[in-house]
């Protein structure tokens, strides 16, 4: 798991900053959450280089709208074809 010092040192790194919505934050800040850059669930690991620093709000946005099993490529793709369907005149799926 992630150890309190490592968590310290990507504050530190960043900032105190969120690299979601830039909200900027004291050193031990309640609001200080990490998150991970690649998905645990796509491999990514614990690695300083793939933890950012987030604010809970955005972090819980981001939990609330990310299901366990989807990853950002996946949404992306759903809002993609969700905007192509819009735009093309004639959906070959209907
Ligand atoms: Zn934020």
């Not at 830039?22 to 645990?40: K, V």
């Not at 490529?73 to 070959?92: I, M, Q």
Request: charged share 30%.
């Amino acid at each position: 798991m992630i150890s309190g010092a490592k968590r310290l040192r990507v504050y530190r790194r960043d900032g105190y900053a969120c690299g979601d919505c830039g909200r900027q934050m004291a050193p031990f800040d309640q609001m200080l959450s990490l998150d991970h850059t690649l998905p645990r669930s796509k491999g990514g690991t614990d690695t300083e280089s793939n933890l950012v620093t987030m604010c809970e709000p955005c972090n819980q946005r981001k939990r609330n709208r990310v299901p366990d099993g989807a990853d950002h490529f996946a949404l992306w793709l759903h809002e993609y074809r969700r905007l192509a369907g819009v735009f093309t005149a004639a959906d070959p799926g209907r």
